[in-house]
């Protein structure tokens, strides 16, 4: 009987509202508890270089056992923070056109501080040497 009531997409797909929302909602979680212990290591480490010159900051990122936490930090955050703005734009816009068009944005500016930041990690990682 229920069958009858669910989309042809949703009949394929075999999920229900519920299901990909759970699995947002999970990311999102997951991502928050990475970055607990991430941040404060990031935060820890900022302070510790207030007023340092750039070539002690990149000595600092060429050890791998800096560089690869903060490429850690680097990716959960941006993730975390395109599936935040993802959840406020599916709440709050709600003409569909603009919403796609939002949610599109989303990811490009996600990708792209996600990537500038890896890639401003990467600089400063091959300098240090």
């Not at 929302?21 to 928050?32: E, L, N, S």
């Not at 007023?51 to 680097?74: C, D, R």
Request: proline share 3%; hydrophobic share 55%.
């Amino acid at each position: 009987m229920t069958t009858r009531l669910r989309t042809p997409l949703g009949k394929i797909e075999g999920l229900g509202s519920a299901k990909s929302g759970t699995q947002h909602f999970w990311r999102q979680r997951v991502t928050a508890v990475a970055l607990v212990p991430l941040a404060i290591w990031f935060v820890a480490s900022a302070l510790a270089y207030v007023g340092a010159e750039q070539g002690a900051v990149a000595t600092y990122f060429s050890e791998p056992v800096n560089a690869v936490p903060m490429l850690l930090f680097i990716l959960a955050a941006t993730y975390h923070m395109s599936l935040g703005v993802q959840t406020i734009i599916e709440d709050y816009v709600h003409k569909e056109g603009q919403k796609i068009a939002a949610l599109i944005l989303n990811q490009f500016v996600c990708w792209a501080v996600g990537a500038a930041s890896a890639f401003a990690l990467v600089k400063m990682a091959l300098a240090g040497h």
